[in-house]
């Protein structure tokens, strides 16, 4: 499965990189957009977990009003992204020894 990559700039003039996946809301209003394991791109392409001092969390739900616009990465950057991005752990599940 590709992810679908993006530079994402908010409302509030925040800039993240994210993998995006686009979900129909059913009520007008309701969040439409899925945002899985954001970073904030600070000074000099440093990334850094987004809301990292707040949650845990890595999937977060937003609504489209709330994004400015969407943006290709460059390559650097959407490098530097995947690196990190592929170095987070997946739940372990408890398997059957017998």
Do not use: H, R
């Amino acid at each position: 499965m590709t992810k679908t990559v993006k530079i994402v700039t908010l409302v509030s003039q925040q800039l993240l990189i994210s993998e995006i996946a686009e979900i129909a809301a059913v009520v007008p209003g309701e969040p439409d957009c899925k945002l899985i394991n954001p970073f904030v791109v600070k000074a000099e392409n440093v990334l850094e977990p987004w809301l990292l001092n707040v949650t845990k969390d890595d999937i977060f739900m937003m609504s489209s009003d709330k994004i400015l616009t969407l943006v290709d990465p460059t390559p650097t950057l959407l490098e530097k992204y995947l690196d990190l991005t592929s170095t987070i752990p997946l739940p372990i599940t408890p398997t059957s020894l017998d």
